[in-house]
């Protein structure tokens, strides 16, 4: 089970994640990854000598999403892939650096994998997401 402060729940964050957060996709999942803001990581150095409060900030734990549509399947379904998701989220959640946000969004596929599947899949595209896209930045992509 993952502990109230490593869950994301506000739209608000869901949307926030979605939006700066980089996407890869395996098997059943899509994973949107969105490290600490620069922000936040400028101010790492100052927060750690003042009290904030629990959740808040780089220093605070990773935190993850879960997304499960209807097109994965009826609430059954949806709640065993949502449950499964959560547990290899948990496994996954001490290796992430705190401070990143994890969206992850359930494909129909997940459906039809167990456990052991579905866990590789969430760690197979936590690591494509993490890691730095080859070639020029997006800005650049398409100018001469």
Known sequence: ML???ARIRSSRDFGAV???GRRAARGGVVVHWAPASADQRAGES???HQTTPSGA???SSARAGFVVSKAVGNAVVRNKVKRRLRHAAA???PHWPPGTDVVVRATPKAAERDYDELH?????AVKAARSPRSGRPREQRGRP
């Open 3 to 5: 502990p109230a402060d």
């Open 120 to 124: 590789r899949d969430l760690a197979e």
């Open 57 to 59: 900030g780089a220093n």
């Open 91 to 93: 496994a996954e959640l």
């Open 46 to 48: 100052t927060e750690e």
């Open 18 to 20: 979605l939006k700066r």
